[in-house]
C-alpha cells in the first residue's frame, strides 16, 4: 500500500476576501484551495476540500479508500460557530473526555474541532492538525484534544511524503496483513442514507446513533478477521508489492498445468498456485464486457496474495491449495462449456460457442463471480466443520445463529478484501446495480457449499434438468432467468468443491487422506472438549476406503449424475467417479487387517504422483490437533494411541524395502483405522455384484450394509 492508493479530506476555511459581492455563493465548488493543495494532489491519490465539518464527515465516512482527515486551523481563532450543510449555527463543545485540558482551551473553538471529528469519524481514520500557530502548549492540547499529529505550517513534501503512516498507527494490533492492516472504512448504508435520515427524522440522535454504528462497524469486522484469518506464513513472507512476471517458459509450464484435469496443485509451492490463480483471472478477464474493468495486474495479483494470507497453511484439507484446485476445477468445466478458453489454446470464444445451450445462460459477470465465490469459497476456514462450532456454542456460531456458520464467514471475510482491494469498484461501484448483483452471485454460490443442505441442492439441479428436457428453458423471463442462473452456478461450484472424488485416483486418494486427517483432528477435539463426536471422526473407527465408498455412493455420484443432464460435457466426471468408486472397492477388499491399503496397488502406469511437496500446509499434518488447540486456546491431555505408532512403523518398513516411494509415504501417516470396528458394507457375501460400466443412480440409495462414513459434514 502507497499514499497513491490513500485519500485525504482537507477541512479549512479560506482568509477572508476583502471584498465580496452580495449573494455570491460560496460552497465546496467555489473555495480557494489551501496552498499546499499540489503537494498533496501529487502524492495522494484523491484530495477532497471542504469548508464545513458536516460535508467532510460524510466524505470520509463514504470513502472508497483509506482516508485522513486533515483539519487546517488558521482562520478559525476568530471564529465561534461553524455553519453545516443546514446552515444551523452549531458551537462545538467538548464531547469527548481528555485530560489536562485547561479552562481556556475548553473555549477555544479550535480545540473544539478536533474533538468533535475524533468523536464522529471512524477510528480508523486519523485526524491530523495543522496551521501556524507554533505555541508549545496550543500544539500540546491539539494532541489532548485527540488528533495524532500536529503539522506547521508551510508543509514541506518531505512531511507530506510520510502522512500514509498514519494510517497504520490507527491499527497498531492489526494481523490480518502486515503491509497493509486496515479495511475501508465506506459503510454499507447508500451514499445519500445519511442525508435522508436527517431530512425524514427530527431527532438528530438517531442520524448520529446510526453513522456511529456504522463507524464501529469496522472494529467489529476487524476483530472477526483477526481471529479467524490471521495470515499465512507463505503469504506473509510474499511481500504485496504487485505483479511480478513470469518467465516464459514457467508460463507456458504453469498454463498447461491448469489447462490440464489431471492438476496438481502439490506440485506447486505458495507463489506457483497465486500465479495458476492469476492466469485462470486472466482468461477470464478478455471476456466481452469483462476487459474494460478498471482491475490492474498489481490490484488482481495484491488481491490474490492476500486472499491465500487468509487461508490457514495448519489445515490439512482445508488450505490455499484446496482453494486453488476448485478455482482450477471450475476454470476447466467452464472450458468444457465452451465459456472459456484453455489457457495453453486460447481462442475466439465467439467462434466457437453453439448458441442455444444451458450454459449460455452464464454472462461473463457471472463466470468473473464464479471464479471469484471458488478461490475465496473456504476463506478463514478454521480447520472444524459446523457441527463443532455450533455444539461448541463459539461465538460465531452465536453470531450466524447456526445458519451456515462457515459460509458466512467465508462470504464476509472474501468481501472484506475484495473491498480493501478496490475490486467493489468494478460495475460502477457498492451501490450499482452491476456490482450488487454479483455479490448475489458470490453469495448465493459460497452458501452453495454448505453441505447441510446438500440434498436440496440435487433436488433443484434435478428439477432444472427436467425444465430443460421439456424444453422450458427458452424464452425466460427476467425472475426465472435470474433463478436459473443461479441455480447453475449453484451446481457448477458445488461440483468443483467435492470434486477430488472426479480426479484421477492418486489425486482423489491424496486428497482423501487429508480429509481424514482434518476430521480426526475434530475428533481428539471434540473427545478433549467433552463434545459429540461422529465415527467420521474417531480415529479409531473410521475407515478410509468406506468413507470414500459411502460418500460417492450417497452424497456425489447424484450431485454429478444430475448436473450431467443439465450440462452434458460434465459427463466425463461420472466415468471418473465410477471408475474411482471400483478402485476403492478394490482397495477395500484388498486391505489388510490393519484397513489401510496401498494407493499403488492397482498398478497405474497413467497416474502418478509428483514427489514435490506444495508447502507448509501438506508437511505438518501430525501436528494438525496442536494447531487448532492453541487457535481454540485449548490444552488437552489427549495422547496418540499405540495402534498410531504401528502403522507409521510398518509404513517406514514398507518404504524402505522400496514397496512404497518416499513421496507417497504421507498416506500411511494416519493411525490404524480398522476394520472390525464397524460392519463391513463390501465384504457381504449377499451383495450383488456392481457393473461401473453402465449408470445406476436409480439404485444407489439402496446399497445395503449398514452405517456408512461420509465426508458430508467436514466440507
Keep these: 500500500m502507497d499514499p497513491s492508493q490513500c485519500s485525504v479530506v482537507v477541512v479549512f476555511h479560506p482568509a477572508p476576501t476583502p471584498f465580496l459581492i452580495e449573494n455570491t455563493e460560496n460552497d465546496d465548488h467555489s473555495i480557494k484551495q489551501p496552498e499546499y493543495a499540489a503537494k498533496l494532489e501529487s502524492v495522494f491519490g484523491q484530495v477532497f476540500y471542504h469548508t464545513t465539518l458536516v460535508s467532510a464527515f460524510d466524505r470520509v465516512q463514504h470513502a472508497s479508500t483509506p482516508s485522513i482527515l486533515l483539519i487546517d486551523l488558521d482562520n478559525t481563532s476568530s471564529v465561534t460557530t461553524i455553519h453545516d450543510d443546514n446552515d444551523d449555527e452549531t458551537v462545538y463543545s467538548s464531547s469527548c473526555s481528555y485530560s489536562c485540558t485547561p479552562s481556556t482551551a475548553l473555549n477555544d473553538p479550535r480545540l473544539a474541532l478536533i474533538r468533535n471529528s475524533v468523536c464522529t469519524v471512524p477510528d480508523n481514520v486519523p485526524v491530523i492538525a495543522c496551521g501556524t500557530d507554533d505555541n508549545t502548549p496550543f500544539m500540546i492540547e491539539c494532541m489532548h484534544a485527540g488528533a495524532v499529529d500536529y503539522l506547521l505550517k508551510p508543509l514541506p513534501m518531505t512531511v507530506i511524503k510520510t502522512l500514509f503512516l498514519k494510517l497504520h498507527r490507527c491499527r497498531p494490533d492489526s494481523k490480518m496483513h502486515q503491509v497493509a492492516s486496515f479495511l475501508p472504512s465506506s459503510p454499507s448504508l447508500p451514499?445519500?442514507?445519511?442525508?435522508?435520515?436527517?431530512?425524514?427524522?427530527s431527532d438528530d440522535a438517531l442520524q448520529h446513533r446510526i453513522q456511529d454504528i456504522f463507524s464501529k462497524g469496522n472494529r467489529f469486522t476487524q476483530t472477526i478477521l483477526d481471529i479467524y484469518a490471521s495470515p499465512s506464513i507463505a503469504a506473509t513472507t510474499t511481500r504485496v508489492s504487485g505483479f511480478r512476471g513470469l518467465s516464459g517458459e514457467r508460463a507456458t509450464l504453469l498454463k498447461h498445468k491448469v489447462s490440464s484435469w489431471d492438476f496438481n496443485p502439490f506440485d506447486f509451492g505458495h507463489d506457483d498456485l497465486v500465479y495458476c490463480a492469476y492466469l485462470i483471472f486472466e482468461q477470464a478477464l478478455v471476456l466481452p464486457g469483462l476487459f474494460q474493468l478498471p482491475i490492474s495486474q498489481d490490484q488482481l495479483y495484491d488481491f490474490i496474495i492476500e486472499l491465500s494470507g487468509a487461508y490457514h497453511d495448519g489445515n490439512p484439507y482445508h488450505n490455499f491449495a484446496h482453494a486453488i484446485d476448485v478455482l482450477q476445477c471450475l476454470y476447466y468445466?467452464?472450458?468444457?462449456?465452451?465459456?472459456?478458453?484453455?489457457?495453453?489454446n486460447p481462442q475466439d470464444m465467439n467462434h466457437q460457442q453453439q448458441q442455444g445451450l444451458p450454459q449460455h445462460i452464464l454472462r461473463p459477470k457471472d463466470i468473473f463471480a464464479l471464479l471469484i465465490a471458488a478461490i475465496g469459497h473456504d476463506a478463514a476456514h478454521p480447520g472444524v466443520n459446523n457441527a463443532f462450532l455450533i455444539n461448541s456454542a463459539s461465538p460465531l456460531a452465536l453470531l450466524y445463529s447456526d445458519r451456515s456458520v462457515l459460509e458466512s464467514l467465508h462470504s464476509m471475510t472474501l468481501f472484506q478484501i475484495i473491498q480493501k482491494h478496490g475490486l467493489d469498484q468494478i460495475g460502477g461501484g457498492p451501490s450499482s446495480p452491476d456490482y450488487l448483483e454479483f455479490r448475489k452471485t458470490v453469495v448465493t454460490s459460497i452458501l452453495a457449499t454448505d453441505m447441510a443442505h446438500?440434498?436440496?441442492?440435487?433436488?433443484?439441479?434435478?428439477?432444472?434438468?427436467?425444465?430443460?428436457?421439456?424444453?422450458?428453458?427458452?424464452?425466460?423471463?427476467?425472475?426465472?432467468?435470474?433463478n436459473e442462473r443461479l441455480t447453475l452456478c449453484s451446481a457448477l461450484i458445488k461440483c468443483a468443491d467435492i470434486s477430488n472424488v472426479t480426479r484421477p485416483f492418486l489425486r482423489a486418494a491424496r486428497w482423501a487422506e487429508l480429509l481424514v486427517q482434518e476430521c480426526v483432528s475434530q475428533g481428539d477435539l471434540e473427545r478433549a472438549m467433552g463434545l459429540p463426536s461422529l465415527p467420521m471422526n474417531d480415529r479409531d473407527k473410521i475407515v478410509l476406503e468406506d468413507s470414500q465408498i459411502g460418500f460417492i455412493r450417497f452424497v456425489a455420484l447424484g450431485l454429478f449424475q444430475s448436473v450431467s443432464k443439465v450440462l452434458p460435457e460434465m459427463t466425463f466426471t461420472v466415468e471418473y467417479i465410477h471408475s474411482n468408486l471400483k478402485r476403492w472397492e478394490n482397495r477395500k477388499s484388498a486391505s489388510h487387517d490393519s484397513g489401510v491399503g496401498s494407493l499403488t496397488e492397482d498398478n497405474d502406469p497413467l497416474e502418478t504422483v509428483g514427489c514435490k511437496r506444495r508447502s507448509n500446509s501438506l508437511?505438518?499434518?501430525?501436528?494438525?490437533?496442536?494447531?487448532?488447540?492453541?487457535?481454540?486456546?485449548?490444552?488437552?491431555g489427549y495422547h496418540r494411541h499405540h495402534a498410531a505408532a504401528a502403522a507409521m512403523a510398518a509404513a517406514a518398513r514398507r518404504r524402505s524395502a522400496g514397496s512404497i516411494p518416499e513421496c507417497e509415504a504421507v498416506f500411511h501417516k494416519l493411525p490404524t483405522m480398522p476394520a472390525y470396528a464397524r460392519i463391513d458394507h463390501v465384504e457381504r457375501e449377499s451383495a450383488p455384484a456392481?457393473?461401473?460400466?453402465?449408470?445406476?443412480h436409480h439404485h444407489h440409495h439402496d446399497y445395503e450394509g449398514g452405517p456408512v462414513f461420509c465426508q458430508c459434514t467436514i466440507q
Aim: glycine share 4%; with cysteine.
Design 619 to 636: 508437511d505438518c499434518h501430525t501436528n494438525a490437533v496442536e494447531v487448532l488447540r492453541k487457535r481454540l486456546s485449548l490444552d488437552t
Design 454 to 482: 446438500h440434498g436440496d441442492y440435487v433436488e433443484k439441479i434435478h428439477a432444472q434438468a427436467q425444465r430443460i428436457s421439456q424444453g422450458n428453458f427458452q424464452s425466460l423471463d427476467d425472475a426465472s432467468c435470474e
Design 191 to 201: 451514499d445519500n442514507a445519511m442525508s435522508a435520515a436527517s431530512t425524514l427524522c
Design 333 to 344: 468445466f467452464l472450458c468444457r462449456l465452451g465459456l472459456l478458453s484453455f489457457a495453453n
Design 690 to 696: 456392481i457393473d461401473h460400466h453402465h449408470h445406476h
